[in-house]
């Protein structure tokens, strides 16, 4: 891609399968998920991410799994390292989804080291950041132990600690945009942990844009339909690049979720 800000120039994916009508969800339309539309929008998604020049490499859909196309809960993985946190689910319907995930880095001949009982974890509540910081989401997914693992992963970084209970992740709350800037919808996160960055505030009525995606060279990867996120992106020099991912919605899911990427870190 060329540009300085990149968090990662790589990123697995997975292809949703006819079960993500099974998919762990809130959402009153989960039952109406229809998944070869899923499919058409997977492909969109990993049709950007190659035309931004990102390198994606694709797995096979994981049957008996109706939410393993949510990747990024799988693993947080250091390309500089080339070594990976293989994460133990919080979800219990989800445990297992890990282990073909952690064979596939294996064989791209990333060090594995896993999270072990009872400590759980969710790539979903770890934000990434370049200045030395991460962030983690103290949740319903991620207990304690699992924050000592990362810790533990990451010594080389500060890792801070975010208390949430409005979302499942702390991705569906804030996320990293680059140069010290955080998207964040203030009434789903305490604002405070996020001292020394420029906070875009998120209208709360478009909380699901927050979970968008920082693909460097001021571009973000964000869900359609949110005008007034993509305003205020553009006010701030941003440029959105708009997917469709709304049977993604319908499972508790966003634009992060769908990839797991390898970090620069």
């Known amino acids: 891609m060329g540009c300085d800000d990149s968090l990662f120039n790589s990123v697995i994916v997975r292809p949703p399968t006819q079960e993500l009508v099974k998919c762990v969800s809130t959402n009153p339309l989960r039952h109406a998920v229809a998944p070869s539309l899923a499919i058409k929008q997977y492909e969109e998604y ?19 799994y109706p939410d393993a196309v949510f990747i990024q809960d799988t693993a947080i993985v250091s390309s500089v390292r080339r070594s990976a946190l293989i994460c133990r689910f919080g979800e219990f319907s989800r445990r297992g989804e890990e282990l073909s995930v952690a064979e596939f880095l294996r064989g791209l001949g990333f060090t594995l080291y896993y999270v072990s009982p009872p400590a759980t974890i969710e790539g979903g509540d770890v934000l990434v950041t370049d200045v030395g910081v991460l962030y983690v989401g ?16 990451f ?28 998207a964040v919808v203030p009434e789903l996160v305490d604002t405070s942990f996020f001292e020394g960055f420029k906070l875009i505030r998120i ?16 571009k973000v990867l964000i869900p359609d339909g949110h ?38 870190i």
Do not use: Q
């Not at 990993?46 to 008996?64: N, P």
């Not at 103290?138 to 992963?153: A, D, H, P, Q, V």
């Open 155 to 182: 010594s080389n970084y500060e890792v801070i600690t975010v208390p949430i209970d409005k979302v499942f992740h702390l991705l569906s709350a804030v996320n990293y945009l680059g140069r010290r800037r955080l």
């Open 227 to 264: 005008p007034k996120t993509y305003d205020r992106l553009r006010k701030e020099g941003l440029k959105p690049i708009v997917v469709d991912v709304s049977e993604f919605w319908k499972c508790d899911g966003g634009v992060t979720c769908l990839s797991l990427p390898l970090y620069n």
């Open 138 to 153: 103290l949740s319903s997914r991620t207990n304690l132990y699992g924050i000592n693992f990362l810790k533990e992963f």
């Open 46 to 64: 990993v049709k950007i991410l190659k035309e931004e020049g990102i390198e994606v490499y694709i797995m096979s859909g994981l049957e008996g």
């Open 203 to 218: 209208p709360f009525d478009e909380a699901y844009a927050v979970n968008m995606l920082y693909l460097g060279c001021d």
